[in-house]
């Protein structure tokens, strides 16, 4: 047993030494261009796609002399070609730049409307297929082409695709109006047949001196392609149900009239499936909490009968997003929530004879939204800084 024993850490030990020094797939870091976005568009040419790939300059980065990126020189640059396939473009990428495309560190995949309404299937397979490619990077869709996207002019960082990345974050965490979605996430809702994915968009805005971007609504796909939009209320409202609201403010009025802001601090939100008489009834339950963060009145809104008021209110305000948000849905065929496959875990006998007709079925079911909402705190003051 001891020299078996031996000699199954001597192989180890090879194993390892092997592994440790093996060097023939290196490759330096000054020989590749790291790629930080990839924007996706039709070609001009029927067939083919066109594609931009965002490389940074390491040493723009570095500097901050005068010629730095985001003061005189930019601090990346744009690469784009066109080919019959995702793959044969990128390659052909080689032709206009001096280093190999490095894809590990890409941030965003953007797609261009276009290219999103055609079907995106052919367009996110390269990418999830090849090992360099990452699967958790966010997936968008442009209000115009990609290309434009990012070439956009970033106001606090010195990479397009780095700033869209932030504002997909922070667009997530900080108003919970779109959703920051990954590329398997989106591939993982593809694969579902009655499953309608989702991606924030992001418009780009022109005064004539400077293209900016920002985060504002959400498309709604329907199989691959897409088929519509969700606005930013509708985009909460969606969020809602998910349970991924992490904050944001809801605006409402007094009991006065006066408007005031509410602040979310943590929310909780599911939904459960019923068969009624046949019939399909889905329940939403979402729990908010949150803070007084402004008034424009002179009321004290921590006085018992005015907090009782204002969380009636966002209550309200919580439940037409939600309402809002299915109303599109339905009206787009399109389940964007997962109701279909809630019902085929909970009745999979009965979804067998839903499922091919899940789409006219969605339209027509019936949902019940249920609210409870609170306030928690008033931030250093209980009562606004008026005269008595």
């Not at 209110?313 to 496959?341: M, P, R, S, W």
Request: charged content about 25%; hydrophobic content about 40%.
């Amino acid at each position: 047993m001891k020299t078996g024993s031996r000699m199954m850490k001597t192989v180890q030990c090879f194993v390892m030494i092997v592994c440790l020094c093996g060097c023939m797939n290196s490759r330096e870091l000054n020989e590749l261009g790291i790629v930080m976005g990839v924007g996706i568009d039709k070609g001009d040419e029927s067939g083919t796609v066109r594609i931009t790939a965002q490389v940074v300059k390491a040493g723009e980065i570095a500097s901050t002399g005068k010629n730095s990126g985001g003061i005189g020189g930019k601090a990346y640059v744009n690469f784009t070609d066109t080919g019959n396939t995702v793959f044969s473009a990128v390659r052909d990428i080689t032709t206009q730049s001096s280093r190999k495309l490095y894809f590990p560190h890409n941030q965003v995949l953007i797609l261009g409307r276009s290219a999103a309404e055609d079907g995106v299937t052919k367009y996110l397979d390269f990418f999830m297929r090849d090992p360099e490619t990452r699967l958790n990077v966010y997936i968008l869709v442009a209000d115009g082409s990609a290309e434009d996207a990012l070439a956009t002019d970033p106001q606090l960082e010195k990479i397009p695709a780095s700033a869209i990345s932030k504002l997909v974050e922070g667009e997530a965490k900080s108003t919970s109006q779109a959703m920051a979605v990954e590329l398997k996430d989106f591939k993982d809702s593809l694969m579902v047949k009655t499953n309608a994915p989702v991606a924030p968009i992001v418009e780009i805005s022109d005064d004539g001196e400077k293209k900016t971007a920002k985060i504002n609504g959400t498309a709604v796909f329907k199989g691959d392609k897409m088929v519509g939009a969700l606005d930013k209320t509708e985009g909460r409202g969606l969020l809602w149900v998910l349970g991924k609201v992490e904050g944001g403010i809801i605006e409402t009025t007094s009991s006065q009239g006066n408007p005031v802001s509410l602040e979310i601090v943590r929310a909780k939100g599911k939904f459960s499936p019923e068969l009624v008489d046949g019939k399909v009834k889905i329940t939403i339950t979402i729990s908010e909490e949150g803070n007084i963060g402004e008034e424009a009145g002179t009321e004290n809104l921590t006085a018992l009968p005015e907090v009782a008021f204002l969380e009636k209110q966002k209550g309200e305000v919580i439940k037409n997003e939600v309402t809002a948000a299915i109303k599109k849905a339905q009206e787009l065929h399109a389940d964007i929530f997962g109701f279909g496959e809630s019902i085929h875990h909970k009745y999979p006998e009965e979804w067998k004879a839903m499922k091919d007709q899940w789409d006219e079925l969605f339209s027509e079911i019936e949902v019940e939204v249920k609210v409870e909402a609170k306030l928690r705190l008033s931030g250093r003051i209980s009562a606004p800084a008026v005269p008595k």
